[in-house]
């Protein structure tokens, strides 16, 4: 009787050394494919949820791991992150920014122990668990850079709005195509080709960019466009020099010259005139500048001059500053803006304006519904015209029977 007594107890204390050695070696935990092998304490299964060794990880991941026993905290740190993980709580913190746990860390057998996937993905991991295997699969997601900030290419949404980003900034796009809201507003794009793969998309927005062609992303059921730039140059109050109205030329040349809504103008007038048996006006590029002009300044002095004393009626209302009729104007009269670039308005030539960004066929049937502008349009002497728009300001027109310089 006292030997199987003795027999029992040995076989209890055996199973007990053995159960935490067997329940250790059945959970592997491979990083990158290769399998971490723990000094002490090994992986556990907790309230239904794996617990793995913070040391024998986040050390083989790179992190160095520190441990403040007063405060019962472990911090782990890398170049980009630094996570702190406190003893019986469900919370933790990565640069500063709360997480929560399924299960709180906590001591077993002298190691600090804790679920890895919450942490894991808040540094940029991907944790997967194979259960007929009993394997933890550790991987790193991979990221992006944009601008100077790193961004993964699992997200499915991402604010880039006002980041001063160009057309080589956001090529790394394409790689995310997981995401389906994308805000790039305010930046500095003009192309969208690294964004005609993101099938996913379904809210973009363009605001204030400088973009001509939006058929890469014509895809996107809710497309915004918004009002796109056409300068890089904000005009200043007072007459350009030579060599600003030169730079202000090549800008622009830059932004891709005359706009698809400038051309469809002058196509547009040329059919009215058709059908009154006049002859076809010629794009002349001297006053598609100088309408471009009158354009921008409308939008970029709008509020700045006022009106000398008697050039309006008293009581009247203009809301698009003095351009056309004012020759006080800062820049000048038509006639004086044009000649600066090298258009010839002195003789039987003028301007018509509309407020606003307008459609082209809007534009055109607006002034052809105006006595003043219709007759303006349809003048047998026209042979040369200048179509400019500018977002948020004005549309300028300008005909004249000479050729530029």
């Given at each position: 009787?006292?030997?199987?007594i ?25 990083v990158?494919?290769e ?35 007063g405060a ?9 992150y ?11 913190t ?15 057998n002298?190691?600090?122990?804790l ?8 540094v940029g991991y ?13 991987t790193e997601i ?19 709005s ?7 900034d956001i ?15 305010g ?7 690294a ?10 927005f ?9 058929s ?19 005009l200043?109050n ?16 830059d ?16 059919i009215?005139r058709a ?14 500048l ?8 409308a ?5 700045i001059?006022t009106y000398?004393?008697?050039?309006y ?12 009729s004012?020759?006080s104007a ?13 258009a ?6 003028g301007?018509?304006?509309?407020s606003?960004t307008?459609s082209?066929?809007s ?20 042979r040369?015209?200048?179509?400019g ?13 000479q050729?530029?310089?």
């Amino acid at each position: 009787m006292k030997k199987l007594i003795a027999c029992i107890v040995i076989l209890v204390i055996t199973v007990t050394m053995i159960t935490p050695a067997f329940a250790q070696a059945q959970i592997r935990v491979l990083v990158e494919g290769e399998q971490i092998q723990f000094a002490g304490q090994g992986p556990a299964i907790i309230q239904g949820r794996t617990l793995v060794p913070v040391r024998g990880v986040f050390e083989h991941m790179g992190f160095a791991v520190q441990w403040d026993g007063g405060a019962q905290q472990a911090t782990l740190v890398n170049d980009n992150y630094t996570v702190v993980l406190t003893i019986g709580s469900s919370a933790f913190t990565n640069n500063g920014v709360r997480y929560t746990l399924d299960v709180p860390a906590q001591i077993i057998n002298g190691s600090t122990m804790l679920p890895l996937r919450a942490v894991l993905e808040s540094v940029g991991y991907d944790l997967g668990w194979n259960g007929a295997t009993s394997t933890v699969s550790i991987t790193e997601i991979p990221t992006i850079e944009i601008g100077d900030r790193r961004f993964r290419v699992t997200l499915t949404a991402l604010d880039l709005s006002n980041m001063d980003l160009t057309d080589d900034d956001i090529i790394p796009l394409q790689y995310m195509t997981n995401l389906t809201r994308l805000d790039l507003s305010g930046n500095q794009i003009r192309e969208l080709t690294a964004l005609a793969g993101l099938r996913s998309l379904t809210h973009i927005f363009l605001t204030n960019n400088m973009i001509r062609d939006f058929s890469p992303v014509e895809h996107v059921a809710n497309l915004n466009r918004g009002t796109q730039r056409m300068s890089s140059i904000t005009l200043p109050n007072r007459r350009l020099t030579d060599a600003e109205r030169q730079e202000w030329i090549a800008d622009y040349i830059d932004f891709g010259g005359a706009t698809a809504v400038e051309l469809e103008v002058i196509r547009l007038i040329n059919i009215e005139r058709a059908n009154y048996g006049l002859s076809q006006v010629q794009m002349d590029n001297s006053l598609m500048l100088a309408a471009r002009f009158f354009a921008q300044q409308a939008h970029d002095l709008r509020g700045i001059w006022t009106y000398p004393v008697g050039v309006y009626p008293a009581g009247r209302s203009h809301n698009f500053g003095p351009y056309a009729s004012n020759p006080s104007a800062r820049h000048g009269a038509s006639a004086n803006v044009a000649e600066a670039f090298g258009a010839n308005l002195r003789w039987n030539g003028g301007n018509w304006f509309s407020s606003g960004t307008m459609s082209a066929s809007s534009l055109v049937s607006g002034w052809m519904n105006s006595p003043g502008h219709r007759n303006y349009i349809l003048s047998p002497e026209h042979r040369f015209i200048g179509v400019g728009q500018f977002p948020g300001g004005v549309s300028y027109l300008f005909l004249t029977d000479q050729a530029s310089r």
